[in-house]
């Protein structure tokens, strides 16, 4: 059994995220009003169509081979900012969290579906902050990037 949402910790910055990244494979981050809500649905349901898909949408934050040595500490800040534009537009309760559990499918974005989620902490804002910022600083080197601030 999952502690309620409010006895899950909270990260409040962008290396402390990275170094649990570190630590551990197969985590993901959420963007939703938190474990207690989710985990009793224990799937997502497809916003277009209604169908019920086999698991939680999320977005893993494992490390990719072809990012190579590049800094974790930036590679977990853009998996943050891709989808820091989420509270705006399904509503402010809406927070990101880390979970772990086992890739069950694709979701229609080809996100992975989580199944036996299991939830490690809650992602502060100030991280989301730090993101943005970290990845803003990308912008010279990486080319436009065209996502609305939030």
Not at 71 to 78: E, K
Request: charged share 30%; net charge negative; aromatic share 8%.
């Amino acid at each position: 059994m999952s502690a309620p949402d409010d006895e899950l910790r909270v990260v409040h910055a962008l290396a402390e995220l990275a170094a649990l990244v570190e630590r551990h494979r197969g985590l993901y981050v959420r963007w939703s009003r938190g474990p207690a809500t989710d985990l009793g649905a224990a799937s997502s349901t497809d916003e277009l169509t209604g169908v019920a898909m086999p698991g939680l949408s999320a977005n893993p934050l494992d490390v990719e081979e072809w990012w190579q040595n590049r800094s974790l500490h930036l590679w977990v800040a853009r998996r943050l900012y891709d989808y820091a534009h989420l509270p705006r537009e399904k509503g402010p309760d809406v927070r990101p969290w880390v979970l772990k559990g086992h890739e069950r499918g694709r979701g229609p974005d080809n996100e992975p579906l989580v199944a036996d989620a299991e939830p490690l902490c809650w992602i502060g804002p100030e991280v989301i902050e730090e993101a943005r910022t970290e990845v803003g600083r990308q912008e010279a080197r990486w080319g436009p990037l065209r996502r609305f601030a939030v």
